[in-house]
């Protein structure tokens, strides 16, 4: 082979073979307790030009553009914030963090791709913003861009996540694991990969490839197209968990292997008893993301502000607003926004539910029957959700009609 070809991480068991290859140095030296910072550097590196090269290659500048554009504007604000306690410009800066990805975000819209597009561009936009908003408050005191950067272009998390946050993460590069706890970082990570490879690989090539096909063909032409759309809706579902909970797998585990702990974005979301704990279940890092530094800070501001009398009202609002804002950022799209003003409507009506249900907790049995009928109900609704998500109606419509 002449050249290594461009690899999306995580698609192929090449980039596996990779791994274990370019790995080897690494583990040997976390073996003995000790981290060779150029080595990890050669590692973010090697992979990052694996991931952007070839036609990529111009991904690979807009994310070169990218990282120097964060960067100055954080030591700017930094900068700012260490002599003047004015939020104006707090406001500012949050805007000119998320501004690449509204650009790139609107751009098809205009009839053209952005040239500032490239792959997790969205991620590193949460990453960004987060630290900004820590400046802000206080909680961050000390800015190094080398350390910035670091945190940034983490290879294992940099194009869908684990959304993990600064201080966490700089604990891990300043603090290398011990020997002990590295070994069982290393165990954790092999039996993550594993585990990823038969989520991603397995379960989710046969759902995506056979399952989610046939169903599609019944929706489309069968003679029973309700029950293709049921199907439909289960299977997709099924294949949406297991492709990105593999992938997340696949980063939490070469994140152990390097010796950081990433943390995780599942916990067997399926299981849960409402709508409010599949968030604390899904996605996690995004989800917790979404309620720490959009919906809290807006509660606070409406409560403070004394906009809406109740609580309970502001609540609804933030919830509306925060999936309002999670649905566009998923495309500007009606099936993305419809599917974030739902999980609104949800979440609402979960929350009036468990008023009702504390004020009149005598009258209500509770029993795992009826936790097994909150966990079927909750199940079904995300179902009908990743339905919309998927944008199979916006294909129905246009085949029936």
């Known amino acids: ?98 501004l690449p990805m509204i650009i790139i975000k609107v751009s098809p819209f205009l009839g ?44 294992p998390t940099i194009s869908s996540g684990p959304i993990d946050r600064y201080r966490r993460f700089l604990n891990d590069y300043l603090n290398p694991p011990d ?30 490839t056979h399952l989610l096909t046939y169903v599609e063909g019944v929706a489309l032409g069968g003679s029973h197209p309700i029950w293709g759309v049921i199907g439909y809706m289960y299977v997709y579902s099924m294949y949406l968990f297991f492709d990105f909970a593999g992938y997340s797998l696949f980063a939490v585990g070469v994140s152990y292997l390097l010796g950081y702990e990433t943390p995780i974005n599942f916990n067997k979301p399926f299981s849960s008893p409402n709508i409010k704990e599949f968030w604390n279940r899904w996605n996690m890092t995004l989800s917790f993301w979404f309620r720490d530094y959009v919906y809290m800070r807006l509660m606070f501001t409406l409560l403070k502000k004394k906009v809406f009398k109740s609580r309970v009202v502001a609540s609804n609002v933030g919830y509306f607003a925060l999936f309002f804002l999670m649905g566009i950022w998923h495309g500007l799209t009606w099936y993305y926004i419809v599917y974030g003003l739902y999980h609104a409507l949800l979440i609402c009506t979960n929350d009036a539910w468990l008023r009702y249900k504390k004020k009149n907790k005598e009258h209500l049995p509770s029993n795992k029957w009826t936790k097994a009928l909150a966990i079927f109900i909750t199940f079904n609704a995300v179902c009908f959700s990743f339905l919309i998500f998927s944008g199979f109606f916006d294909v129905l419509i246009k085949h029936y009609l």
């Open 112 to 155: 053209h791709q952005s040239a500032l597009a490239f792959l997790g561009y969205s991620y590193l936009t949460f990453k960004a913003v987060q630290v900004v908003m820590e400046i802000r408050d206080g909680i961050i005191k000390e800015f190094k861009p080398t350390y910035y950067i670091q945190f940034l272009i983490f290879f």
């Open 179 to 208: 020997q002990d706890k590295y070994v069982g970082l290393l165990g954790k990570g092999i039996q993550s990969i594993f585990l990823g490879f038969l989520y991603k690989f397995i379960i989710g090539y046969v759902l995506s």
């Open 1 to 98: 082979m002449d050249y290594i070809p461009y690899l999306t991480p995580y698609e192929t068991p090449f980039y596996f073979i990779l791994i274990g290859l370019f790995f080897i140095p690494s583990i040997i030296l976390s073996l003995r307790g000790k981290r060779s910072m150029w080595y990890q550097n050669f590692l973010t590196i090697l992979f990052l030009w694996i991931s952007f090269a070839g036609p990529n290659m111009g991904q690979g500048m807009a994310l070169i553009i990218y990282i120097v554009w964060q960067l100055l504007l954080t030591i700017i604000y930094f900068k700012y914030r260490q002599k003047n306690n004015k939020s104006g410009w707090f406001y500012l800066a949050v805007f000119l963090n998320i």
